[in-house]
């Protein structure tokens, strides 16, 4: 139940900045489960490589080459979905940094509710 609620809560911030960011299109609620979905199973499965092959410039930039692997997250996922679309590697970079911080604060908010 709780992997429900998560998605739900990201399809919605991913609709939320869509709607605030130029070059972010979602064409619906639908298209944002889907993002939320696959960008969950991409930071599953691709994520973890990405940062084991990369973990010298990782250390080189003090771990600042992670949003770069974040952004590329969000390039592949618009690859894969269809009514889903960034229009650049720094918009993509904007997104990942937007979405993460407001996943953070509802993750937060969420385990205050439940405590």
């Given at each position: 139940m709780n992997l429900i609620i998560r998605l739900l809560i990201t399809a919605l911030i991913v609709m939320l900045l869509a709607h605030f960011l130029p070059g972010v299109g979602v064409t619906g609620f639908g298209a944002a489960i889907i993002v939320a979905i696959v960008l969950a199973l991409l930071n599953f499965i691709v994520k973890p490589i990405l940062v084991v092959?990369?973990?010298?410039?990782t250390i080189v930039t003090l771990g600042l080459f992670l949003f770069v692997i974040n952004a590329c997250i969000i390039l592949l996922a618009d690859k894969f979905i269809d009514g889903f679309g960034v229009d650049g590697f720094w918009i993509a970079l904007l997104f990942s940094i937007l979405l993460s911080i407001c996943q953070s604060i509802a993750n937060s908010l969420l385990k205050e509710n439940k405590n």
């Open positions: 092959l990369t973990i010298p410039i």
